[in-house]
Each structure stands twice: as structure tokens, then as C-alpha cells.
């Protein structure tokens, strides 16, 4: 099965899949995200109504209003600044076979916030292990300088142990995955 079809249960029942999974094959991720959220219903009816029997929907809490759904489609900063905008390009990630540069992106936000020193030497060992090695099935893609650089910082890790490897992976991502 592939991930369009798949991703048809993170839609509300009133939403139209087929319109999605066409938008999934031709546009870009703000099509994508637009014609997901059933915006004419919504703009129609009011917000559209989660299915009570299913946990699932595209996104967790509030739905973000139209203007902050349009604005991902022009700004790849407004979309990474937003929990909605990364949690569908999590998912449009997911569909390319490379979450796990979002993934790693988020981890490195969170080590970002950690002041507790012997918390942040775990989670950097983690982050290392989970995407920076080379033996990691999820290893990102990094060029050999800024690989050299991490192998350094992971000697005394700190909250911005992976800065340098963070920035390639979000310009990767904003470069590569996003413009899709």
C-alpha cells in the first residue's frame, strides 16, 4: 500500500481522499497540507468535526487557521516554526523516506532546551547513535567536515553539540524535501 493511501486516515471523515492522494502525486507541500484540511468545508461549515472512533487525525489539538496553513506553502521557516506545519511535513516526509532528518531536527531542538549536564551527555549519545553513526539505519546525511565536527563536540557534549549538523540537515530539508 502506498504512503497517499495510507495517509487517508489522517483525514476527518468529511474530507475528500482522493482529492488529497491526487495532491500527494502533483503538488507541493502546501497543496498538499491545503487540500488536506478540506478548506472549503471548513470555510463553508465552520472547523470540520474529528471521527470519534478514530485518534487519528493530521493534526493534534487546534487546527491551524487558513492564513498559517497558506503561509507554510510560501515560507519553509513559518512551516518549521509551526507544531502543525512540522507534524505535516513529518508526515510528507515519512511518504519520501526521510523522516528521519525532521526527526533528528527535533531531537536536536529538544537537547537545545536541556540544561542538566548528565541529561544532556545522555541525549547527545542518543542523537549520536540514532543519526549520526554510520551503523544507525536512520543516519542523516552529513559531508565529512561537519561529521569531523560533531566527533569533536561529542567529547565534552553541550546543549549545541550538533549546530553545525543540525543547519546542514534543516537546508537539506528546506533545499530538497520542501520545494516537493
Not at 61 to 69: A, D, N, T, V, W
Not at 77 to 105: H, Q, T, V
Not at 109 to 128: D, G
Not at 129 to 141: A, F, M, N, R, T
Amino acid at each position: 500500500m502506498s504512503c497517499f493511501v495510507k495517509a487517508e486516515r489522517y483525514l476527518p471523515k468529511d474530507v475528500l481522499c482522493t482529492t488529497w492522494i491526487q495532491s500527494l502525486q502533483h503538488a507541493d507541500i502546501g497543496s498538499i497540507i491545503l487540500s488536506s484540511l478540506a478548506i472549503k468545508n471548513a470555510e463553508d461549515n465552520g472547523p470540520t468535526k474529528k471521527d470519534p472512533a478514530s485518534s487519528d487525525t493530521l493534526f493534534d489539538g487546534e487546527q491551524p487557521s487558513l492564513e498559517e496553513i497558506r503561509s507554510w506553502g510560501k515560507s519553509f521557516d513559518k512551516l518549521m516554526r509551526s507544531p502543525s506545519g512540522r507534524k505535516a511535513f513529518r508526515d510528507f516526509l515519512r511518504c519520501e523516506y526521510s523522516e528521519e532528518n525532521i526527526l533528528f531536527w527535533l531531537a536536536c531542538e529538544e537537547l537545545k532546551k536541556e540544561t542538566n549536564p548528565e541529561a544532556i551527555e545522555e541525549k547527545a549519545r542518543f542523537i549520536y547513535e540514532d543519526y549520526i553513526s554510520i551503523l544507525s539505519p536512520k543516519e542523516v546525511s552529513l559531508d565529512s567536515r561537519v561529521r569531523e565536527i560533531v566527533n569533536r563536540n561529542m567529547v565534552e557534549p553541550t546543549p549545541h553539540t550538533f549546530d553545525e549538523a543540525q543547519l546542514q540537515i534543516y537546508t537539506l530539508m528546506h533545499r530538497d524535501s520542501y520545494p516537493r
